[in-house]
């Protein structure tokens, strides 16, 4: 069998030569129909952190071949439950260092900026305000310049959240270089910089990131250079356990950040997981109350005053415990006003945000120097408006009422003194001159209904919705969710302002409630939104009108554009495949998908390794289907002279039996015990698909090779009259990476596989590239 022939009459032999013997304007999905020039298949580039990466999908299918049924029959029950220990190890792990990492970050920012606040405020006290303007701006340029360099030089991937990539990976979408250790370490000192120098982003998203790096390295055995090659580690080398592991790490990320347990389970479910069942939430819930443990501990430990000017604060960040109240029907206006303006303005800033992101892009793209540079600028507008905006504000009398200390040039506290005189207070410094955390922590302050004018509140909401568009983008670890908060507690409390006397709400309940209607109105979650901003404040009264917000917010927000993270998938060019598909995509079948890809390569079941080297050199496919001749007996229901399909073979066992050189002086099949002695299972979990350090020589050529044993019997397949939108969500919830489509009626000497669907072939924006008609009936409603 030189060549095998599809039902499109195009041909493919084993050279890699095609030959056109119908559709001759047949064409991949990535490129234009009407281009003349096409390769077998293109590998898709995206941007990871702030790096151009070539990108692969995953292999989450269980590859039921040979060597993997064998050892899973032999399986003692010790094995299985050393299997289930090393699972349950893991997730204790992930969440011990998560736990331990976090705690080390929040040292650090709180010990670094409050000395730099500390130091500020010396000079303030001493009416030195342009010698504290320039300690301030230099202290926060250096921490941003070490964060920088080091995203721009040593670990590009770490700069960003690192949470679209994260979706990306769990999509199935293998994103290079972005959970190594180096990735990690320049995660967490940059995330430590960028925070502490006062720029307008959190520590949230890059925890996240630096969870899912402890949980990948765990998972692995340590990095790429420097594996641990522990016996029980070999259950853990394929992508379906890693994939786990890193669920279980998002969730502990969420739960370091904001001290929720039970906000980062439901984080990671609603978000980040694409694939989700039972077992996973008991392990990710376990990892959080490890690091949940972890967190509580030290905490203890510090409040005995051995951290430095690290607060105590407890595990509650932002406690509004102590307010009480009752509802009246009168308040449904101002709760449904305050989620219709957090779903506009989330969606607002979605969208100015894309420009911005777009325009960071052009700069980023001319060098190293250009990000560095960028990221400077923004620190130094950053720290002039931080310093110099508090001198608009004028100054307010302190409350003889009020226990806490008034006025205060420290590190933190709800009354700074900046430049007014003794007995007063500047209410916009003790929003802007101190971290952000306590910025939240003072805007959320309950029982103070006069400590913020209406004028301060507007200066520090503008600020803040320009340094939320400016600064994420910048080549540093940057979290989203503490700007939004800023912004959102800002309008929050403005509004209850406004409303007065007329609602019984308290004013910093209503900047709890503007943040949570902010981060719905961008992020577009609901379920955990509303359990961690319930276990940030401690306030189960909060429940019901917190609902009520997250769903007008998200529901008013989804009608104008896609999710934050949604557009960053977009942005970045990761073939993310979403949950829905698009109605248009039941009027097209799969076999029209095939029709315009180029014709399929496929290997016979005991195929000449020349052959396998001219298709591994000429095509960058990452599996063949393997084709058998009709047996002499044929099957029940085939026909005379039928191909049978045998299974799918991957890229990367081809290339390891090259390596390995298992080969045959005549065409014949193995014995099951001669495939077991060359391949053990695990090393078939590898990645290993460098063809170009195989040397073969001229007279092993020659031999063959029997494909059956390494050859997946079971691949999933589809009838070619399947609609796209139905095969679009079989690929997602399964976890493909490749779905053959085999012919509703299997003709005689024709190949019983019509085409190979891949994830970049089922993205819309692909398919409609290939099928421009289609932009038309967009709109349209399927039949």
């Known amino acids: 069998m030189g060549e095998v022939t599809n039902h499109i009459g195009t041909s493919i032999n084993y050279n890699g030569e095609e030959r056109e013997q119908g559709d001759a304007e047949s064409n991949t999905l990535n490129q234009p129909l009407v281009k003349a020039n096409r390769k077998l298949s293109s590998t898709p580039l995206a941007l990871v952190g702030t790096k151009v990466s070539h990108i692969e999908s995953l292999d989450y299918e269980i590859n039921e071949n040979d060597l993997f049924k064998h050892d899973w029959r032999k399986r003692s029950k010790t094995q299985v439950l050393q299997y289930i220990f090393l699972k349950w190890t893991f997730a204790c792990l992930v969440g011990l260092f998560t736990g331990l990492i976090a705690t080390l970050i929040n040292l650090a920012v709180e010990n670094i900026a409050g000395y730099k606040l500390l130091a500020v405020g010396h000079f303030l006290a001493q009416e030195r305000y342009v010698t504290g303007l320039m300690m301030f701006a230099g202290a926060n340029l250096g921490l941003t310049l070490i964060a920088s360099v080091l995203c721009v030089c040593f670990a590009p991937t770490a700069a960003g959240p690192g949470i679209p990539e994260i979706k990306a990976y769990l999509n199935g979408i293998d994103t290079p270089n972005m959970f190594g250790a180096t990735t990690m370490f320049v995660k967490i000192v940059g995330s430590i910089g960028a925070v502490a120098a006062g720029l307008d982003l959190g520590k949230e998203g890059p925890l996240v990131h630096i969870g899912t790096c402890i949980a990948s390295l765990l998972g692995q055995g340590g990095t790429d250079n420097h594996r641990i090659k522990w016996r029980w580690l070999r259950y853990f080398n394929n992508d379906r356990d890693r994939r786990d592991l890193i669920t279980c790490g998002s969730a502990a990320g969420v739960c370091a950040a904001f001290r929720s347990p039970v906000g980062g389970v439901l984080f990671a479910l609603e978000e980040v997981a694409t694939w989700w069942r039972s077992a996973l939430l008991w392990r990710t819930f376990f990892s959080t109350a490890v690091v949940v443990v972890v967190l509580r501990g030290f905490i203890e430990i510090c409040k005995s005053g051995k951290c430095g000017l690290f607060g105590s604060g407890g595990l509650i960040m932002f406690d509004v415990s102590h307010v009480t109240y009752t509802y009246h029907v009168t308040d449904i206006i101002p709760v449904t006003l305050i989620g219709v303006i957090g779903g506009v303005l989330g969606s607002l800033y979605n969208h100015f945000l894309h420009k911005v992101l777009r325009l960071y892009n052009l700069i980023n793209a001319k060098g190293k120097i250009h990000k560095v540079l960028l990221s400077l600028s923004v620190s130094l507008f950053t720290s002039v408006c931080l310093y110099g905006l508090p001198f608009l504000a004028t100054c307010k009398p302190c409350d003889p ?274 495939v077991r002695e060359k391949f053990p299972w695990d090393e078939l979990a590898e990645r290993e698909d460098n063809f170009d350090d195989v040397a073969i020589t001229s007279s092993e050529m020659q031999m063959y090779v029997d494909l059956h044993p390494l050859t997946n019997t079971t691949p999933y397949t589809v009838m070619e009259n399947m609609s796209v939108a139905k095969a679009l969500v079989l690929f997602r919830q399964v976890g493909l990476r490749h779905l053959l489509i085999v012919p509703k009626i299997q003709v005689s000497g024709m190949s019983p596989v019509v085409g190979i669907l891949t994830r970049q072939d089922l993205r819309a924006y692909n398919i409609l590239q290939a099928f421009p008609h289609l932009e038309k009936s967009k709109g349209r409603k399927a039949h």
């Open 401 to 674: 009422s009020i226990k806490e200390r008034c006025p205060t040039n420290g590190r933190s506290g709800n009354f700074k003194q900046f430049h007014c005189p003794k007995g007063h207070y500047s209410d916009l410094a003790t929003l802007l001159l101190t971290t952000n955390v306590d910025a939240v922590r003072n805007i959320f302050s309950s029982n103070t209904p006069n400590e913020f004018s209406m004028g301060s509140l507007w200066i520090f909401f503008v600020l803040y919705c320009i340094l939320g568009l400016f600064t994420f983008g910048i080549a540093t670890p940057s979290g989203l969710f503490l700007p939004i908060i800023l912004m959102g507690s800002a309008y929050g409390r403005m509004l209850g302002g406004v409303m007065g006397s007329y609602t019984s709400i308290d004013q910093g309940l209503y900047a709890v409630l503007g943040a949570a209607s902010l981060m719905a109105g961008s992020m577009r979650m609901t379920v955990s939104l509303c359990v961690i901003f319930l276990e940030l404040t401690n306030n189960l009264l909060l429940l019901p009108i917190t609902m009520i917000v997250l769903l007008i917010a998200k529901t008013v927000g989804d009608s104008f554009n896609p999710s934050i993270y949604d557009i960053i998938l977009h942005l970045k060019g990761l073939p993310f495949l979403e949950a829905n598909p698009e109605p248009w995509m039941r009027n097209l079948s799969v076999g029209d998908l095939g029709d315009a890809k180029p014709p399929v390569v496929t290997l016979q079941g005991v195929e000449k390794v020349a052959i396998i080297v001219d298709v591994l050199k000429n095509t960058t496919h990452n599996a063949f289907p393997v084709l058998d001749e009709a047996q002499v007996v044929p099957q029940v229901g085939l026909a005379d002279g039928a191909i049978e399909l045998h299974g799918l073979i991957l890229r990367a066992h081809l290339v390891k039996v090259l390596k390995k050189r298992w080969f045959l002086t005549e065409k014949r099949r193995t014995e099951e015990w001669e």
